[in-house]
């Protein structure tokens, strides 16, 4: 069973919106640290942004993406949200949802390898065309 359902991928015009929705399919409630990576054809998957679970207090979020996407999370249903605004060409990808357990939510900002993460979804895509 997958742990993680990501759902909300869809294909827009730059500088649209959409909202990515997470949730665990089994429970969360040893996860610390849940957030969203991203893989483009012939690149690196690579940590969008990240979120302390469940308080939500420790938050980061990439260079290219800051600004423009914001992550919550709706604890009662065990969900994660991603936000995305003003999206561009560049940031078309396979997003995928992860979380972890293995280290305390504190630093959710550091560890932003993809390998640092034990659970995962199976991505959903967004496509942003010009």
């Known amino acids: 069973q997958v742990p993680l359902v990501e759902s909300g991928g869809a294909s827009v015009q730059d500088g649209g919106s959409l909202r990515l929705s997470c949730a665990g399919s089994t429970s969360t409630s040893n996860y610390k640290c849940m957030g969203w990576f991203r893989q483009a054809p012939g690149k690196e998957r690579e940590a969008v942004a990240l979120?302390?679970?469940?308080?939500?207090?420790?938050?980061y979020f990439s260079n290219a993406v800051k600004g423009r996407f914001t992550i919550s999370i709706e604890k009662a249903n065990n969900k994660v949200y991603l936000t995305m605004n003003n999206l561009k060409p560049g940031d078309t990808a396979m997003y995928y949802c992860a979380a972890a357990s293995a280290f305390d939510g504190l630093w959710c900002r550091l560890r932003l390898r993809a390998v640092d993460y034990a659970y995962w979804g199976q991505g959903t895509q967004v496509t942003v065309s010009s």
């Open positions: 979120v302390s679970y469940p308080d939500g207090d420790n938050k």
